[in-house]
């Protein structure tokens, strides 16, 4: 026997009962989404490899280790196999700036805001909460009009908005800045000289991260460094310039008056390099390691830094695979049942049973019918189980009629019908 193929690890199948589920939290965050002002934006699931090192940073840990590269069949003079330069997507608001960018958006709209879901591919090690191919609900707000407080303050409130639509209330949300881009040299030059003594009891990893990226040490999961990161001065800010300081006043004043809880966290600092300013991530402590349900914040240089015009942005992007085990009890949802199924008594009657068929689907009533000839009595029983309102059969005596008996499953009440007055009738049920 030959072998069985499965799904690659890290992926799943969403099957037809839990696609109805996916449906429908999908159908709450367009609602949500439509209600804030963002529009609908669809970029392909593969893009040269450049655009993510350049904007998600060339040191980060996605596109060191994670990035899916799509391999070209061609081989090299050696015989390995050749890099394309293409890679399937591990984030989208890389994607969405460049489409931005592209398109000429700033020369049309002030600010536009623009929402995605769909899926993300990262080469990570799969564990539960951490696929290599996962789906973002995310939203991207760029454009001249973006740099105000008042949108980070929206798009914050705009991702707790959505989790509690989906039924969930039990996270954290936890924010921080990062301030510009030169508060940003002067943070990490702070950490060097915070750390540099210490260098040697950091582990493996934050000692290479010390040159590469500095701030990635402040979330380290490991115990000695947890130690040593906690006994560094983050709370005053030093490194911040007065502008910065006051932007995030702003932003936490108008979180405030939202009445949206969070913890200020110091040593929040994301693993994507473009971030500036404001950083928040939400956490489910429930999920355990992988506890983050979302991230996002501002990156007002990533537009210019990928060639376009000096405009500002902020954004976030929701796992919708975490937001489903973080679901309290997931209701399974019923597919809804059909109208009509229609059973042919006899393998003679299945032409005129399948014209019925489409006549009636035509006429906007859900069927289907047992394609294969066999018993009426196991016809029932398939009727049955998909929860067909009504059965119509053509029999024998039907057929040489030209009518059908049409079977009311509820009540049992069974009528024969003629043929070309079977839609009115039904229209009439
Ligand atoms: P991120 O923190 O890399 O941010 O991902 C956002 C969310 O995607 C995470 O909080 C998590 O829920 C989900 N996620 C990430 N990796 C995996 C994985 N391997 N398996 C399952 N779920 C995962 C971004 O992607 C930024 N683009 C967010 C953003 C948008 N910032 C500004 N705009």
Redesign the pocket.
Known sequence: MSKKITFPR?TSDILPQEALLWQKLEQESRTLLGLYGYKEIRTPFFEETDLFARS?GQTSD?VQK?ILNLASQRLDDKGNIKLSGLSLR?????S?VRSYIQNGFDRQENLSKLFYIGP?F?G?R?QK????Q???I???AIGPGAGSPYLDAEVIALSVNLLNSFGLNGFRLKINTLGSNEDKKNFSKYLREQLNPLINDLCGDCQSRFERNVFRILDCKSKECKTIVSKIDLTTGAYLSSESQEYFVKVKAALDDLGVDYIEDPKLV???D??THTVF??SDASLGS?D????????NNLVTQLGGPKVD???????????MLAMPEIQQEEHPTIDVYLIAGDEKFLPRTFKILNTLRENKFSSSMGYKFASIKNQMKVANKIGARFVMILGEKEYNNKTASLKNMSTGEQREISENEYIKVMKEL
């Open positions: 890290g998600i996605i994670q591990p984030e989208g608001t890389a969405v993300m990262r990570e799969p909460g951490r696929l290599r996962f789906h973002q995310g939203v991207e994301r693993g994507l473009y971030y991530e939400i992988q983050a349900l979302g991230a996002g914040g501002r990156y942005a902020v954004g976030f992007a929701l796992g919708v695979e975490r937001i």
